[in-house]
């Protein structure tokens, strides 16, 4: 069936190196990707996103890069710091034909920043 | 502004209870959600609203109901209580729907979440 998913469940890096997180998507109706950040015990919050119409944006400290032509998403976290360390999770609004009023979560990736 | 309530934070019910989650937001958010989160299965869609008086069915919706007589609250019911229902809870909102296109208006807000544990 058609899903979010995350290559890596568990990512360590060290603190101050570039943090990659990845994430495939199957529904080529996709429009709209947000990346969130869950630290333990909390809800999650608003990373960053993106729209179809556009191949990477960028934040603060965040990238996110979307190649539609391979379905895939990445997250890339500069600097990373240990307040980076979190799950973090892509979704997908799937557009119209995929019920557009709802957001598809990934499994989420566990980020530990090692010092 | 509070942002998304959630009550209560813990709960532990016998099997075959009912209970009602209660999730409130004082953003004049359009758009609440429930979501369950179980291990290793990231956030799974229950129940979401577009607006007060309409609700629709997300990925996970048995057993489970929900009502939007205001803009603000959004509670979702567990009708009869059983083990697979044992999960963590949250309720988001945005201020419009998903599909909207406005820069912004549709990020979810996240309450802090509602253990339940059903035995």
């Known amino acids: 069936g058609e899903s979010v998913g995350l290559h890596l469940p568990t990512l360590s890096v060290q603190e101050g190196d570039n943090s990659i997180i990845n994430c495939a998507y199957s529904n080529s109706a996709s429009d709209y990707f947000i990346w969130y950040k869950q630290e333990s015990g909390k809800g999650p919050q608003f990373i960053i996103d993106?729209?179809?119409?556009?191949d990477k944006r960028q934040g603060q400290r965040v990238t996110v890069l979307l190649n539609k032509t391979v379905k895939h998403l990445s997250l890339q976290i500069a600097a990373t710091q240990p307040g980076d360390s979190a799950v973090y999770f892509c979704?997908?609004?799937?557009?119209?034909?995929?019920?557009?009023?709802?957001?598809?979560f990934g499994t989420g990736t566990q980020l530990k920043v090692e010092l | 502004n509070a942002g998304v309530t959630q009550t209560p934070k813990f709960q532990v019910l016998k099997t075959g209870q009912s209970m009602t989650l209660q999730c409130a937001q004082d953003?004049?958010?359009?758009?609440m959600s429930w979501y369950r989160q179980d291990p290793g299965m990231g956030l799974r869609l229950i129940h979401y609203?577009?607006?007060?008086?309409?609700?629709d069915q997300g990925e996970v919706p048995n057993g489970y109901n929900v009502s939007r007589s205001t803009t603000e609250d959004f509670p979702l019911r567990l009708l009869s209580a059983a083990p697979s229902q044992t999960s963590v809870y949250f309720c988001?909102?945005?201020?419009?729907?998903?599909?909207?296109?406005?820069?912004?208006?549709?990020?979810?807000?996240f309450g802090a979440g509602s253990r339940l544990t059903v035995l």
């Open positions: 988001a909102s945005s201020l419009r729907t998903p599909r909207d296109s406005y820069s912004g208006a549709n990020v979810l807000t």
């Open positions: 609203s577009v607006g007060a008086g309409i609700t």
């Open positions: 993106i729209r179809s119409n556009m």
């Open positions: 979704a997908e609004n799937r557009g119209l034909t995929g019920g557009g009023n709802k957001l598809t």
């Open positions: 953003m004049n958010h359009e758009y």
